[in-house]
């Protein structure tokens, strides 16, 4: 190996490599500065800390107590720079300016329009990583029917990612049949509750006079990019992965978490509860539930965007390369190399 430096992502490969670089540093008279990027939020195994690393890149308060708890790593050596994300959110997040300003709602009414949504429709963008799993197609269902109820007039952008099954379901799907069904099941279940009373009694409509959302669902493939539908998005529903809460935070977008990988994601739920912008709901009828509700109330929407937004760092993976190529320089002038 003939590396003027190292940078490491791995939550697992960090002391084999870092002893190594050593090793091969001493063999060469060189020094070669290693590095780590954590890239998580709320967690990361033990072994992402080492504390022989040169600098170490994280993205929130909690990994700099991991770092200094775990692997004793120096305050001067760890570098708070946020979870580094694909160029395009820096350049949306830019263009954008504040969510909330006029700029903002002014520059996301006109990307709607350049996806092909409707303006005066509120959206929310449903996830569930790159392969569309999860239960998308439940969660996609109480979304429609809990803002069809309640009045609200809006898209629901899936991205079902490879799976092609979940997109022409989403596309083929009789709205009015589902609606239909729920309202049944919503009036056996409360048939079932009466003569479970004792109380036998014909259950009639009952009138509303709520008026009945609009909505619009549109199931997307892969998704290249998502920058974009993450500026005409209002909300965010997805599980705790850390790039996509970072990826949302930088457009400060509010989150609804509805599942996490046990350990490993755990964290990342908190990142979003404390700061927030968002919450958490396992069941999909609580989840629609709390949608609806957000949706409805605008001034809550932009709170929670502005605090998203505190949370985003949209130029970290800039910010890191810039402070590697400065560290690296200094080395290598010390070294009169």
């Known amino acids: 190996m003939d590396a003027d430096i190292v940078v490491s992502v791995h939550p697992t490969m960090n002391y084999l490599p870092e002893k190594v670089v050593r090793q091969i540093s001493k063999e060469k008279g060189k020094k070669i500065p290693f590095f780590t990027v954590v890239t998580d939020f709320g ?34 050596k760890v570098v708070m720079t ?22 903002g709602k002014l ?36 979304i429609y029917l809990e803002l069809r109820a309640k009045g609200v007039d809006a898209t629901i952008c ?17 709205w009015d049949a589902v609606v239909q069904y729920d309202n049944a099941k919503r009036k056996r279940k409360e048939q079932k509750k009466r ?78 509860l404390d700061g927030g912008f968002g919450a958490f709901q396992q069941k999909p009828r609580k989840c629609a539930e709390t949608l609806a509700s957000w949706l409805t109330d605008e001034r809550l929407l932009d709170d929670m965007a502005e605090k998203s937004a505190l949370v985003g760092h949209p130029h970290a993976a800039a910010d890191i390369v810039k402070d590697i190529g400065k560290t690296t320089e200094e080395y290598l002038r010390d070294q009169n190399i």
């Not at 033990?46 to 775990?70: G, H």
């Not at 009952?206 to 493939?221: F, Y």
């Not at 974009?228 to 809460?245: F, H, Q, R």
């Open 43 to 76: 967690s990361g195994h033990c072994t992402w800390f080492q504390p022989n690393v040169d600098k170490m890149y994280i993205a929130s308060e909690r990994i700099k107590k991991l770092a200094k708890k775990r692997g004793w790593i120096k305050d001067h």
């Open 82 to 103: 946020g979870l580094p994300i694909r160029e395009d959110f820096a350049i949306q997040a830019e263009k954008m300016g504040g969510r909330t300003s006029e700029n």
């Open 107 to 142: 520059y996301r009414s006109e990307m709607k329009e350049k996806l092909g949504l409707k303006k005066e429709q509120k959206m929310v963008l449903v996830m569930g990583g790159g392969e569309g799993v999860g239960s998308l197609a439940k969660i996609t269902r109480k």
């Open 158 to 174: 899936v991205v079902c990612g490879r799976n092609e099954k979940l997109k022409h379901d989403l596309e083929t799907m009789d």
């Open 195 to 272: 003569l479970a009373l004792f109380k036998p009694k014909k259950i009639a409509e009952s009138p509303s006079n709520q008026r009945e959302g609009k909505i619009d669902v549109i199931g997307l493939g892969f998704v290249s990019n998502m920058a974009e539908y993450m500026v005409a998005a209002d909300v965010l529903v997805s599980k705790a992965g850390p790039g996509t809460i970072a990826e949302s935070a930088a457009v400060g977008l509010p989150v609804m978490i509805t599942s996490f990988l046990p350990g490993q994601e755990a964290g990342n739920v908190d990142i979003v």
